[in-house]
């Protein structure tokens, strides 16, 4: 399944830790995801953006599941 951003639905936005815990955590109940890093992108091209600003997407048909499953992990931090 090729992944394109344009066909997914941002549901978390944090820092980038955070996001890969989040996206870790999707994987293990078989929810593919994407994350779009504009901190890493902007250091490499000599520019910044906020450290916080790593977004993380899945497709439409997971965006339910997903969006409860960040709600719960929010609830425990």
Do not use: C, H, W
Not at 24 to 29: D, P, Q, R, S, T
């Amino acid at each position: 399944m090729e992944k394109n951003q344009k066909d997914m639905i941002k549901v978390y936005t944090d820092s980038e830790i955070n996001v890969e815990m989040v996206r870790a955590e999707l994987a293990k109940i078989g929810i593919p995801s994407l994350v779009k890093n504009d901190f890493k992108s902007g250091v490499m091209a000599g520019f910044g953006a906020s450290p916080n600003a790593v977004e993380l997407y899945v497709n439409p048909s997971d965006l339910d599941e997903a969006t409860s499953l960040v709600q719960d992990l929010n609830k425990g931090s």
